[in-house]
């Protein structure tokens, strides 16, 4: 690792192995503290147990696949509007109803558009 600045980081997951053979998910956050010139000098690195937040990440993720699954099954979409950042989200499904990519970000403008009809004006 050879970096421009005086200090230059890396963070990695791994698994490490246990003396038992179990395994536990790590973060490992590696610092390479260099001179002027940017010649290492010396590194320090932290390790750190995440098996609650990879389990955590884990049923988040089952949870999110079961939401998007009853929203295919029954045509039922949601969506978000954050009033202060003026940051709209939709589900997959709304996606999928609009019949849009599921990369395309509508405008607040554009969104409401998706509902109304020229006889609602």
């Known amino acids: 690792m050879n970096c421009a600045s005086p200090v230059c980081q890396c963070a990695m997951r791994k698994e490490y192995i246990c003396k038992g053979g179990s395994r536990v998910?790590?973060?490992?956050l590696v610092h390479l503290v260099?001179?002027?010139e940017g010649k290492p000098l010396y590194y320090y690195s932290f390790i750190t147990d995440i098996s609650d937040r990879k389990r955590a990440e884990d049923e988040l993720r089952k949870r999110q696949r079961l939401l998007n699954e009853m929203g295919r099954i029954a045509k039922v979409g949601g969506?978000?509007?954050?009033?202060?950042?003026?940051?709209?989200?939709?589900t997959e499904e709304v996606y999928h109803i609009h019949e849009v990519e599921l990369s395309y970000k509508p405008t607040v403008s554009e969104a409401i558009d998706f509902y109304t009809t020229t006889q609602d004006l």
């Open 79 to 90: 969506w978000e509007f954050n009033i202060e950042t003026l940051e709209l989200q939709w």
């Open 25 to 28: 998910p790590i973060e490992l």
């Open 34 to 36: 260099g001179d002027a």
